[in-house]
């Protein structure tokens, strides 16, 4: 049965794209019975296998793993990688170890890779219900997908999950059935952790009162995963509604008319196109009461960890924190080739930075870059005088916080540029290009 499904799910996944299969290989019994069955499916996937095993550092036992996982491999005549960490329990150990784990597989991962997790169906259900105890929504309860990104990876990678319908039971009766050597991690016992609590006192009763609780949590995590995807459809036409594409910003008054839990689910869907942290329901919640409803002459700003929410002119937007500067500090470009480093952590291009300038004075000029200290005036090309940078600004409706960070270009000690948005006449090329108002 576990050959059959395997097989099923790679025909259904498999394309010319994936040209290797990595497996996360603990040793324990699921990811050994993972490893065995694609070395069993070779003529069928003929794809090259690689085993990546994490040494945690945690256990007394842990060389002792890594060099069984060595011999395993090597006895299929399969590559094997152990990954070194230290794990930094600055929160949960659980939560610490498997970061650490995803990040050290991660650096093995190579274009045309996909990895593969032994997770299982009890694995679905103690996931599940986990989250349930901590306090999740539909996201969250549609526990692990059998298809989904490598967490904390930007590649856009895939995980599989190819036995996440079955059992622990066929897991185990397909490893006896082949012979097969595992190692026991004998944290596995340790009820300090919250999921073996749940796996050594929970599920035990709850299987007693109702045996197959298993499948039906994971019925209902397939059923919040179609619940979650009809979320998302419906907040992703709330933000082409809501979005200003000039200024990646949702317009207040387009949320107006929405319920409070239409424009929650917006707000997280607005979170994560941004990359950024979704918070929990009462900040969520607060982004509408105390953002955008906040005084007309107020400057509100929300933050959580890695977040920070603010409003200018009826729009909402959502960032990093911003981070500190010096706006006395000057950048001489004496390389104008070369990308000029900034204190702040940006790097300026020489591509952005001459955009409209005349060529030979950009060649000859004495450069500098610096931040707006006040008073400064620019003719723009198009402009018939010069006018008052500030002024410029606030026409241009640019947000207060963007405005002492943006990067002024001076030749021969004039401002030639703001770079990005206007040339200064003197300066600019015959043909200058069009630069935002």
Known sequence: MLLSVLSQFLLTHLTAAHQRLVVAYSGGVDSHVLLDALVQ?????????????????????????????????????????????????????????????????????????????????????????????????VTGL???????????????????????????GDILAYAQAQQLSWIEDESNGHL????????????????????????????????????????????????????DDTQQALVIERLQPMSRARRHQLFRYWLKQLALNIPDYADIERIWTEVCLAKADAQPLL???GVEIRRYRQHLFAMSPLKPFNRRQEYPWLDKNQPLMLACGQTLSPQLAQQGIRPELWQTGA???????????????????????????????????????????????????????????????????????
């Open 41 to 137: 499916l070779q003529s069928i996937h003929q794809r090259s296998l690689l085993a990546v095993h994490v040494h945690h550092g945690l256990s007394q036992y842990a060389d002792n793993w890594a060099a069984h996982v060595q011999t395993t491999a090597a006895a299929y005549g399969v590559p094997c990688c152990i990954k070194y960490i230290t794990v930094n329990s600055h929160a949960s150990l659980e939560a610490c170890a498997r970061e650490a784990r995803y990040h050290a597989i991660n650096q093995e991962l190579q274009t045309g890779d996909v990895l593969l997790l032994a997770h299982h169906q009890q694995d679905q259900a103690e996931t599940l219900l986990l989250r349930l105890c901590r306090g999740t929504g």
């Open 142 to 168: 549609k526990a692990m997908s059998a298809v989904s990104p490598v967490p904390y990876q930007s590649a856009l990678m895939k995980a599989w999950r190819p036995l996440l319908t079955l059992t622990k």
């Open 192 to 243: 300090r952790f919250d999921r073996n609590f749940l796996r050594q006192q929970v599920f035990p009763i709850l299987r007693a009162r109702w045996p197959h609780i298993d499948a039906r949590l994971t019925q209902t995590s397939r059923l919040m995963a179609e619940a979650d995807a009809l979320l998302n459809e419906m907040a992703a036409a709330d933000y082409q509604h809501a979005l």
């Open 303 to 305: 933050a959580w960890a």
């Open 367 to 437: 450069l500098c870059v610096r931040y707006r200290q006040g008073g400064e005036k620019i003719q723009p090309v198009g402009r018939h005088c010069h006018h008052d940078l500030k002024k410029l600004l606030q026409a241009s409706a640019i947000p207060p916080w963007q405005r002492d960070r943006l990067l002024l270009l001076y030749i021969n000690q004039q401002l030639a540029a703001v770079i990005g948005y206007w040339v200064a006449v003197e300066f600019a090329a015959e043909q200058p290009l069009m630069m935002k108002e």
